[in-house]
């Protein structure tokens, strides 16, 4: 088994959960009956990625684990999700842009994978790599909308922006696990998407007329366990049923 | 949107025996009515309250499902969840857009739910505070709204009844997604089975509600018939889905909560069915009067989520509108 390989795709696997997590908590909440059939399918796209990165993960670990006891059977400190994905969602502005954010990184990132060096992984990206543009094309579109909408979603969507850009850095770091399969070539390395995802979020600033911020001080730790006050109470919420009712068939 | 143009259109009629006379005369012959065609106003009224609440079921029918998302108990159980309520959202917008052919907006309808003017099915009333209740709310719920729905696509209203054909297909497949979720259970360990029999006990009468009153205490059903909006009364159907689920129970091995269920020979001409107990009206009028478990926290989260989401609303008409106006600009430079 390739260690390494295994923990660089739990960190690709918990980014997709937790993330799809977060936009599954609209569901029937959102501001338009529209929203309300885009959100669902943008978070079935994250949790479908998700588990097909737990279940290949699994088979590389070799010691019997399958997608829902990687998701759901780990402690906290072991999730390896980046802190953007874990971020409360606050407003419609914030959900948004933090879809975004991640879309922008994980084209790249999927485009790169297509020539990676594992099959598996090649076959992930493929199907991947079409929903993430769409995702590009429905949260880059409302950020428009909403960046040069109203007085109010102008003001919401700077302060989004604002909240989250902290957050934007982690996604280009590289653990020593993603660095140990970007040498083997099964997946790409992380920060070479960075001018890519410049690109894709500066083009939908500029329409929505948006500012892009500095950030001195980036917030990083997810990838090694460090996460918010908020993931345990996300975690309370996706293994309630495994923990309340262990060793059961659902 | 093809109803767009039909919003606030003038479908007065003059009701003169001889239009009322040729309007039952195309019924009768199950021609179709279109949007555009003349229709008597009890008609085209009957299809608004009836399509308008029908699309409000589908909308606060996504809360009570909604509220097991985040905890489903393994990714593919989640999967499937957040697939079906996504259906039942997109029913909600198909069938506000049948309504939108008859003249009323999706803005107006959403106001009248709001306000309480407007009713959904009871049934969403009803908590669902376990894992099991997704399952029963599947196999029992989702299969009485296909008995009540199936006779709608040979409703005599086009539009309705075309969005009922791909509505029922959905639906169909989330009856048997429920059912698996309580075979899966029901092979499960002694504290599963006991979370679907609970689920069972709590469901049972309230499904047998949403087939309406009995047929002597139904004040819409006869001119609906008439109309062939409704083809089947409310005590048939309610017959008809005992007789079709109770062995369903029985391959579960749970026990529906009605000591007074028993075979019929003779029922049904000869075909026999099933006997039960008396429904519990009272509860079924608390509940339709706003007096249910959840009535007003299932408005509550409605009236919050499109509250909330008004200044999501206003920037993408403030945006569309700024665009509008550039290209008007561009074009006359």
Redesign the interface.
């Known amino acids: 088994m390739s260690a390494p390989l295994f923990n660089a795709l739990l960190e690709l696997a918990d980014d997709h959960l937790i993330l799809g997590h977060r936009v599954s908590e609209w569901c029937g909440h959102a501001p338009l009956l529209e929203e309300d059939l885009a959100m669902p399918n943008m978070a079935l796209d994250m949790i479908g990625a998700a588990r097909s990165l737990y279940t290949y993960a699994g088979e590389l670990e070799g010691e019997g684990r399958d997608e829902d006891q990687l998701a759901y059977l780990r402690y906290d400190r072991d999730y390896k999700n980046c802190l953007l994905v874990e971020r409360p969602n606050e407003d419609f502005a914030h959900t948004m842009l933090k879809q975004l954010y991640f879309a922008a990184f994980m084209h790249p990132y999927w485009e790169a994978a297509l020539h990676s060096s594992d099959e598996t992984v090649r076959g992930i990206a493929g199907k991947s790599v079409k929903e993430v543009a769409y995702h590009i094309r429905h949260a880059g579109e409302w950020v428009v909308r909403l960046g040069d909408g109203t007085e109010e979603s102008a003001q919401r969507m700077q302060a989004a922006v604002e909240a989250l850009h902290p957050y934007v850095e982690e996604q280009f770091h590289m653990s020593s696990d993603a660095q140990a399969a970007a040498d083997t070539d099964a997946l790409p390395d992380r920060e070479a998407m960075r001018t890519q995802w410049t690109n894709t979020v500066s083009n939908v600033f500029d329409q929505a007329k948006l500012t892009m911020p500095e950030v001195e001080y980036p917030q990083l730790g997810g990838r090694t366990g460090h996460h918010g006050e908020e993931m345990g109470h996300l975690l309370s919420d996706l293994q309630y049923m495994q923990r309340a009712y262990p060793n059961m068939s659902w | 949107m093809y109803s767009q143009g039909l919003i606030g259109a003038d479908g007065k009629t003059e009701e003169t025996e001889e239009f009322l006379a040729k309007f039952q005369a195309r019924i009768d012959r199950e021609e179709k009515i279109e949007p555009n065609d003349a229709m008597p106003e009890g008609y085209r009224k009957t299809l608004v309250r009836q399509i308008g609440q029908h699309a409000h079921s589908e909308?606060v029918g996504?809360?009570p499902e909604?509220n097991w998302?985040?905890?489903?108990?393994?990714?593919?159980?989640?999967?499937a969840l957040?697939?079906k309520?996504?259906d039942e959202?997109?029913h909600?917008?198909y069938l506000?857009s049948a309504a939108e052919t008859l003249g009323v907006t999706?803005e107006q309808m959403t106001e009248e739910l709001l306000s309480g003017k407007a009713k959904y099915s009871s049934i969403f009333n009803y908590p669902t505070p376990t894992?099991a209740d997704i399952g029963t709310i599947g196999w029992l719920v989702d299969g009485a709204a296909i008995m009540n729905q199936i006779p709608l696509c040979r409703c005599s209203y086009g539009p309705y009844a075309r969005a009922m054909i791909r509505v029922c297909k959905e639906e169909s497949f989330h009856q048997r997604q429920g059912y698996e979720?309580l075979i899966?259970?029901c092979?499960?360990?002694e504290?599963?089975k006991q979370m679907a029999q609970d689920s069972l006990n709590r469901w049972w009468w309230p499904s047998l509600m949403m087939f309406g009153p009995h047929d002597a205490e139904s004040s819409h059903s006869e001119q609906s018939m008439k109309w062939k909006i409704k083809r089947f009364s409310n005590d048939e159907l309610r017959q008809k889905f005992i007789d079709a689920t109770v062995p369903q129970a029985e391959y579960l091995g749970l026990t529906v909560p009605d000591p007074e269920l028993k075979w019929n020979p003779e029922k049904n001409g000869g075909k026999g069915g099933y006997d039960h107990g008396p429904l519990d009206w009272d509860e079924f009028w608390r509940v339709v009067k706003g007096g249910g478990r959840m009535n007003v926290d299932r408005i509550k989260?409605r009236k919050?989520?499109w509250d909330?989401?008004?200044?999501?609303?206003?920037?993408?008409l403030?945006?569309a509108e700024?665009r509008a106006t550039r290209r008007t600009q561009q074009a006359a430079e």
């Open positions: 909308i996504m809360l909604g998302i985040t905890r489903a108990p393994s990714l593919r159980r989640k999967a957040l697939a309520v996504q959202g997109g909600g917008l506000y999706r894992w979720i899966s259970l092979n499960g360990t504290e599963q989260a919050k989520a909330d989401g008004a200044w999501v609303r206003e920037a993408a403030a945006h700024k």
